[in-house]
């Protein structure tokens, strides 16, 4: 656990410096205050609060990479697998942290609007806001070209119908990114994919059943549904049709 275990300053991987391993010791010693000692109660009650994702925030753990504009560092890629090993040394459930800094904000920060980047990077960073990715469906998996949630452009907004489930931090999510079938006679079917950028308070939108996984009752895994809920335009992630060729490999953080 993160509370007894000392930093191997002798750490062999080439690229870690000792910034890193400065950052290793400070998050390891905030875990081990902040979220030890409270981790079996939060698998108990199947919830990590929202005062601690602020608080993770305040200390500048989240998002590093962010570039300065949007209130990051630019922090090179380091920092993240630092943050991902530390946090899991705690517990999986903490992974959605991971998910929230290092899937969900690297997406918005590569292909996102300057005017998205602007209203939701610089809330991550704080912990302000809770971010998630929904992608699985309940008849499909996780495999996108299979997707069956549709999102029809009508009168300036995106109408989404469907449902994902097994979303991590989906249950308290304020806002999430959804792949939705937004040109249903594309050939092949994965060229009619775009994601969305949904925020929780979208009407139509609402969430299920909180979902228990495996030594990750306090992940907020949810399921979510989508009935008609109207999407602006506004809000499409990248190119329309191009969620399947998107990759974050290539994001805006100085590896």
């Not at 998050?27 to 990590?48: C, H, S, T």
Request: charge should be negative.
């Amino acid at each position: 656990m993160a509370s007894t275990m000392a930093i191997n300053k002798d750490d062999s991987r080439s690229f870690l410096t000792e910034e890193h391993l400065l950052f290793k010791q400070s998050i390891r010693e905030f875990l081990a205050k902040e979220a030890v000692p409270f981790y079996d109660q939060w698998e108990k009650e199947g919830e990590i609060p929202c005062s601690f994702w602020k608080k993770i925030g305040e200390n500048g753990f989240l998002c590093p990479w962010i570039e300065v504009e949007f209130g990051g560092i630019g922090a090179d890629f380091g920092y993240s697998v630092v943050l991902a090993e530390e946090l899991e040394m705690v517990g999986s459930a903490l992974g959605g942290i991971s998910i929230h800094s290092d899937v969900v904000a690297p997406y918005i920060a590569s292909f996102g609007t300057i005017d998205q980047k602007q209203k939701y990077l610089p809330k991550f960073i704080t912990g302000e806001m809770i971010s998630a990715f929904a992608l699985t469906e309940p008849e499909m998996g996780s495999e996108l070209a299979d997707i069956q949630t549709t999102a029809i452009k009508k009168n300036g907004y995106y109408i989404v119908n469907g449902a994902k489930t097994f979303v991590s931090n989906g249950f308290k999510a304020d806002f999430m990114i959804v792949a939705c079938k937004t040109d249903l006679n594309a050939v092949p079917p994965k060229d009619g994919i775009s994601l969305l950028l949904i925020d929780k308070d979208t009407p139509g939108l609402s969430p299920g059943r909180k979902l228990s996984k495996s030594e990750q009752g306090s992940s907020g895994t949810a399921e979510l549904f989508f009935d008609d809920a109207s999407v602006p335009v506004g809000n499409l992630l990248g190119e329309e049709g191009r969620a399947f060729h998107i990759s974050c490999k290539k994001c805006s953080r100085k590896d």
